[in-house]
Structure formats: structure tokens, C-alpha cells
């Protein structure tokens, strides 16, 4: 089990200002900010990070929302990381999220759900490795 974990805020959360308290209530949770970057994904970055999902209908969605602007991506650490940091999300619809997740407070709906969470020891490496350098991590 790995301390580390991978997340974005996304677009839908950046534009709408949400970047600092979705922030705070990550490190308030306990979380250290081990790397992080505010970057805007092209839709060719998008499509290689999302190509596990290509064959999926909302494929060609997903890649234009994660284009649409500016996210925030940062790698995480806590014991714990990624099931700890899947709780602090909450589900995907937020309107099945428990009360006090990111996204009960941020999210607006399924395909606009604030932030994203690695699901796996694995998944996070990948998903931070697509991310950040070795030089840019602490």
C-alpha cells in the first residue's frame, strides 16, 4: 500500500473558484502537497490521459471538459492515501455523496464532479508519472 495518491480539480471547479477551498479542505483532512501544477490539458493530453476509457460512449465528453480550461493537479501523501482520499471525494453523482465530501460541496453532477481520485496503488503512480517529473515531486 502506497502513501502517495493522485488528484485533479477540474475545470468545472477551477472556473468556478473553488481551487483554494477544495485545497484546504484536502490538507485539513491531513493530506501533504507533494507536487502540484495548474495546467491546461490539450484535448490530445486529455485523450491520453483518459485512453483507458476510449471505448467508452462518454469518451469524446470527457476529453472536451477536462480541455475546457484550467485544472489543478497534485500529488498527495497520507497513510492511507488513496482509500482515504476516495472517501474525502465521496462518490461521482455528488448527489449520492456523503455530506462534508468534496463532492457534496463542489460538484454539480456526474460529468461535473470537481475533482478527480485515483482508484488504485497503481493508478496512482501512472496517473502521477503522467503529471510530474521526478524533479518537480518532494
Same mark, same amino acid.
Given at each position: %500500500? ?5 488528484? %485533479? ?13 477544495? *485545497? ?5 483532512? @491531513?493530506?501533504?502537497?507533494? !507536487?502540484?501544477?495548474?495546467?491546461? *490539458?490539450?484535448?490530445?493530453? !486529455? @485523450? ?20 475546457? &480550461?484550467?485544472?489543478? $493537479?497534485?500529488? *498527495? ?5 488513496? /482509500?482515504?482520499?476516495?472517501? *474525502? ?10 455530506? &462534508? ?5 463542489? /460538484? $454539480?453532477?456526474? &460529468?461535473?464532479? !470537481? ?8 493508478? /496512482? !503512480? ?13
Amino acid at each position: %500500500m502506497s502513501n502517495r495518491t493522485f488528484t %485533479m480539480i477540474k475545470p468545472d471547479a477551477t472556473s468556478k473558484g473553488y481551487t483554494g477551498a477544495i *485545497l484546504d479542505q484536502i490538507i485539513k483532512a @491531513g493530506f501533504s502537497i507533494k !507536487a502540484m501544477k495548474w495546467i491546461k *490539458l490539450s484535448e490530445e493530453q !486529455a @485523450g491520453l490521459f483518459y485512453d483507458i476509457h476510449r471505448s467508452r460512449p462518454f469518451f469524446g465528453e470527457l476529453v472536451e471538459f477536462m480541455s475546457s &480550461g484550467p485544472i489543478v $493537479a497534485a500529488i *498527495l501523501e497520507k497513510d492511507n492515501a488513496v /482509500a482515504d482520499f476516495r472517501t *474525502l471525494i465521496g462518490a461521482t453523482n455528488p448527489a449520492q455523496a456523503a455530506e &462534508g465530501t468534496i463532492r457534496k460541496n463542489f /460538484a $454539480a453532477s456526474i &460529468g461535473e464532479n !470537481a475533482v478527480h481520485g485515483s482508484d488504485s496503488d497503481d493508478n /496512482a !503512480a501512472i496517473e502521477s508519472d503522467f503529471f510530474f517529473s521526478k524533479l518537480e515531486r518532494f
